[in-house]
Nanobody, 120 residues
Framework: QVQLVESGGGLVQPGGSLRLSCAAS????????MSWYRQAPGKDRELVAA????????DYADSVKGRFTISRDNAKNTVYLQMNSLKPEDTAVYYC?????????????WGQGTQVTVSS
């Protein structure tokens, strides 16, 4: 059974930092591209950051470039999102996503989410 478990969310003041973790089980993480998404109340889920399976390529939403860093440790089956200089508009539930495509096959999994609240 595949599980993605996010942790590290919480309440932080503007300008502060948080580090989210996504621990994967039931799959070989090194075969999957990994992403972090977020969803704020009343808004659609949006892609925040992505990293390829070997970690060579990363991509970020314009709103978080220069502030967030995605990384992975395939040996630990874990993906991270380091969030610095947090703003109130970063408040959302953050979700981890694992995606693998092979020919016509696609495997895609979501975590349950972790709440991040940026407020003074």
């Amino acid at each position: 059974q595949v599980q993605l478990v996010e942790s590290g969310g919480g309440l932080v003041q503007p300008g502060g930092s948080l580090r989210l973790s996504c621990a994967a089980s039931g799959l070989t993480l090194s075969l999957y591209d990994m992403s972090w998404y977020r969803q704020a109340p009343g808004k659609d889920r949006e892609l925040v950051a992505a990293i390829t399976s070997a970690g060579r390529i990363t991509d970020y939403a314009d709103s978080v470039k220069g502030r967030f860093t995605i990384s992975r440790d395939n040996a630990k089956n874990t993906v991270y999102l380091q969030m610095n200089s947090l703003k109130p508009e970063d408040t959302a539930v953050y979700y981890c996503n694992a995606d693998r495509r092979l020919a016509t096959w696609n495997w895609n999994y979501w975590g349950q989410g972790t709440q991040v609240t940026v407020s003074s």
